[in-house]
């Protein structure tokens, strides 16, 4: 099935630990897109890729870092897990940046404890 | 200034009843509106855009679109049970260059009450 797919589907973590979200797309879309999902803050865009090997920053890019070898794949590193950074992670892509709908992935839940 | 606003809700309404949902957005530039509907503890899922100023009709849902307001609204007819969820809207907006970016809203979770 097409689509996107994450992993791990949640993780709890200890402060001060790297982790890396992985982000997989078989759609060979050219965007993508991670973000955090918080109560009370909706949405926000933490990097972008408007292709491959290329990326860009969002709204809240600190303390993350991503990467984008091919067109597929899309991963998030957290280089020293904060508690702060405890939320619900949301990968996405979309065929051409900034046209037509996002696809999202299922998400990950990531506890920093 | 948030660049995308909903109504905060949360918004109950009787099952058959017509929800109205609303959004604004601050990028006179933009051209690409979205609704998503999101379930608890799920992703979130496209269930409209619409791109031209007016009214887009799918099933029971309509998307109207006024740029000139920068507004845009979604109405769902004959409301159900499974509409309970939060609503999204979503606006592309560019901050320069090749900065693309979808905006949104904090959502606006609507509860439909048998």
């Known amino acids: 099935i097409a689509g996107i797919t994450q992993a791990p589907t949640s993780q709890i973590l200890a402060a001060g630990r790297r982790m890396t979200l992985r982000c997989t797309q078989d759609m060979r879309h050219n965007a993508m897109y991670w973000y955090r999902q918080d109560l009370g803050l909706g949405l926000r865009l933490i990097h972008y890729s408007n292709t491959a090997g290329t990326t860009g920053k969002g709204e809240v890019p600190d303390g993350y870092s991503v990467s984008r070898a091919n067109t597929d794949d899309f991963p998030l590193t957290l280089a020293s897990a904060v508690p702060s950074q405890t939320s619900v992670y949301f990968c996405a892509s979309s065929a051409t940046p900034g046209q037509g709908e996002a696809f999202f992935g299922q998400g990950t839940r990531l506890t920093v404890v | 200034q948030k660049e995308v606003e909903q109504n905060s809700g949360p918004l109950s309404v009787p099952e058959g009843a017509i929800a109205s949902l609303n959004c604004t957005y601050s990028?006179?530039?933009?051209?690409?509106f979205f609704w998503y509907r999101q379930y608890s503890g799920k992703s979130p899922e496209l269930i409209m855009f619409?791109?031209?100023?007016g009214d887009k009709e799918d099933g029971r849902f309509t998307a109207q679109l006024n740029k000139a307001s920068q507004y845009v609204s979604l109405l769902i007819r004959d409301s159900q049970p499974s509409d309970s969820a939060t609503y999204l809207c979503?606006?592309?907006?560019?901050?320069?260059?090749?900065?693309?970016?979808?905006?949104f809203g904090k959502g606006t979770l609507l509860t439909v009450n048998p």
């Open positions: 979503a606006v592309w907006g560019n901050s320069g260059g090749s900065n693309y970016k979808l905006t």
């Open positions: 990028d006179r530039g933009s051209q690409s």
């Open positions: 619409i791109y031209s100023n």
